[in-house]
Each structure stands twice: as C-alpha cells, then as structure tokens.
C-alpha cells in the first residue's frame, strides 16, 4: 500500500468504525490518547504521532504530537480539524493506529495489501476502585482542577488525571512539596515578589506548576521565567501561558552559560548536563538567588582526572565503581562549595525524571547568617579532597573563583 492509496472500500468502513469510536471516548472524557504508528510516508525521520485532547481557552482541541528521530513538533488543533487529520494520515501514512482509553486499547492495523483488521484489548492503565483511590488520597500542593494541567494534558476536560500521566503529576507535586519547606526555611517566605528561573524548563510542567503554586496557592506576585534552548518548546510554551492568561510567566531561548537573568530568588535547572550544572549553581549564587535546586547529569569532568588511592584502587578498576566515585565527589564538592558560599545544602533522592533515570537532587537554601570560621573550615575540607584525588579543576569551583565570590582557604 502506497502511501498516497487508499484502502479498499470495506477497510474504510473498519476505518470509519475506529474513528466512531474515537469520538465516542471523546465525548465521554474517556479517551487517553490516540497513536499513529508504522509510518511509510515520505519524512524520512518521523517515526510516530501522538494525538491527546485538551482544552485551550476553554475550547476543546487535539494537542498532537510529531516525533521525530531527533525532534519532537507539536501542534493544536480542533477537535474537528484534529480528527480529521488523523483519520486522513490512517490507512495511508500510517498503517497502525491505536486507541488508549483507562480500560482497554483498541488497535487498527492495515496488512501491506490496504486490508483493515480491528483489535481490543485491555488497556494498560486500570481505573482504580473507589475505596482504593480514597485510601490512597494524600495532601497535594497543587489542585487538579487547575486549568494548567489541563492544558498540558495531565487532567482531562473534566479535569480527571490521565491514567498515562500519573508519574508526572507525582513528580509535580513532589517537586512542588520540596519547594514549599525550602521556601519556609529562607526570606523569602514572608516576601511577596519572587523571581524564579528554571533552566532547562523543557515541555513546562515545574514551570507552570511553579507558577501556580506562587501566584494561586501562595498568593505572591511572582515572576516566572523558563529558559530552554530548544525555540519551538519556548514558542510552545509562550503560546500556553498567554492562552491561559498567565501574568508573570514567561519562556526565553537561552542557555544557563550566557543568559542574563537578574536578580534570581529562586534557581532551578534540573537535567542540567556536565558542567552545565555548575554554570546554573553559579549563576544562582553570583544572582543571590535564596534557595537553589538542581538535579545532576553526565558527571564528565571529574572522571578523567581521578587518581585512585592505593587502598582504593583495586575497588575502582572496575569502570562502574569509578564513574560512580566521579559523581559522588562531583555532587560533594558542589555541595560543599555552596556551603562555603552560606547555603544550607542538602543531597538526596528525588522522583526520577522522564528523560533519566538519574534521581539525586541538591537543595540549597541560603543562610541568614554566614560564619567565616565554618566557610575556611570547609574550603580546608575542599581542599583535602581535591589533594587526595589529585583533582586539578572543578568547573564551579573556578567560576566562583574568576567572580571572587569564593577565595582560597587559609593557610
């Protein structure tokens, strides 16, 4: 079947029947998602596309999405416009379609030849009992009727978690949870203008949580500014805030080692590679931003300057061990050095983000007070350390250093 063909005329009738079914879930506020797979159109790199509904401006649309080998496009349409799209890219583009609802999945396939087969089964994500879903229910920061979460299609129309989106609403509210103690725990806690900049913000979700957290639960008039490489999320993301009528939420093009942010009060950059993370926890000190949050990636630097300890060094042969060495020190020194900068700093575990399965987390809240004897006591620690493992250079350490925000322990 060429992909400008189309099927016979008792496959369209199975077509036809598929797509009566999508708007039966539709109009029910039944339907998780709709996927169209086992692409033979002419894009050589598009691989799937991903269609969920959602509501913008209070009017329903299919948010769709295009994934590509290297890239994804996203686009809103209305539901009829939506539906339309799709059911003119199935049985020609894409030979596969596939319909998600909390309880089963419906699949359309077509054969090489244009035959259409139709196929039920269970869905992956089961309802949960009444009895169950009330024991389970605990304190969330965030409301899911927030029309946000609507928007970026972790609630339904009715404004019901999508069963495929509950990892990230806990990832939100647990987030949001870290948030609320540090902010308790800093000065900004009784300020009412908060400047909050989150490197790195992707899709939006913290963004946006943030932004509702502040302004809806808090009360605050906070500004909230997404800096993401990537132009089409920030366009994306941009067109979402002002569709919502979010005041004082923004998204720019930017990247961490360049942007020019101002005054910060709070800094977040989660799934900052490298030394990106370094650049971020710079610019959140160099900015005197209050609390710091950061989510660690692709220890890189460290490694290759690691001299193994003789004691050590039969343990540390084994490349495992030693990436793993290269990131503790990494994420030790880091947190030693916002120590010595007057933070308060704490690493643990987090929920696991969608784009890793790293999960550390460093929080840093700035003191009221500092204490010059702890700061060259723990710049002497720094110090040991580096000497112990023959450490030349460490990428924050040295940022702090050109800034004079942080000087040599001493003697």
């Known amino acids: 079947m060429s992909a400008a063909s189309l099927p016979d005329p008792a496959s369209v009738q199975t077509r036809e029947r598929f797509f009566s079914l999508v708007q039966t879930h539709l109009d029910q506020g039944t339907l998780v998602k709709v996927i169209l797979a086992n692409y033979k159109g002419e894009e050589s790199d598009l ?6 509904p959602v509501s913008l401006k209070d009017q329903p649309c299919l948010s769709f999405v295009y994934r590509h080998a290297t890239r994804d496009i996203t686009r809103n349409l209305p539901l009829a416009e939506g539906l339309a799209t799709l059911k003119a890219l199935t049985g020609t583009d894409f030979r596969n379609a596939h319909l998600l609802t909390p309880t089963e999945e419906i699949q359309l396939a077509f054969s090489k030849k244009g035959k259409a087969t139709l196929r039920t089964g269970k869905g992956e994500h089961q309802p949960e009992a009444p009895q169950q879903a009330h024991n389970r229910e605990k304190h969330r920061f965030l409301e899911l009727n927030r029309p946000f979460l609507t928007a970026l299609g972790i609630t339904d129309r009715q404004h019901q978690l999508i069963p495929a989106m509950s990892r990230k609403w806990k990832q939100i509210n647990k987030f949001i949870e870290i948030v609320d103690k540090a902010l308790q725990g800093s000065r900004l806690a009784q300020q009412p203008d908060i400047h909050v900049v989150d490197f790195g913000s992707g899709k939006g979700y913290l963004t946006f949580a943030m932004h509702d957290y502040l302004r809806h639960t808090l009360g605050k008039q906070a500004r909230v500014t997404g800096v993401e490489l990537r132009q089409e999320l920030v366009d994306l993301c941009n067109q979402a805030a002002r569709e919502l009528h979010h005041d004082g939420l923004q998204f720019d093009c930017g990247d961490v080692r360049d942007y020019q942010a101002g005054t910060i009060n709070v800094m977040i950059a989660l799934h900052a590679c490298d030394i990106a993370t370094d650049y971020a926890i710079h610019t959140g000190i160099r900015t005197g931003a209050d609390i710091i949050i950061c989510s660690p990636c692709c220890h890189k630097q460290i490694r290759p300057q690691l ?44 929920i696991s983000l969608e784009h890793t399965n790293k999960n550390k987390m460093i929080l840093a809240v700035k003191r009221k007070q500092t204490d010059p004897a702890h700061t060259q006591e723990v710049l002497g620690q720094i110090h040991d350390i580096k000497d112990f493992y023959r450490i030349q250079e460490q990428c924050l350490e040295q940022l702090l250093q050109e800034d004079g925000l942080l000087t040599a322990p001493a003697n």
């Open 307 to 350: 001299l193994s300890p003789h004691p050590l060094r039969p343990i540390l042969q084994h490349g495992v061990h030693l990436g793993q060495e290269a990131e503790m020190l990494t994420d030790g020194l880091r947190a030693l050095l916002l120590d010595a900068c007057g933070y308060d700093t704490q690493v643990f575990e987090f």
């Open 47 to 52: 691989q799937r596309i991903q269609a969920r």
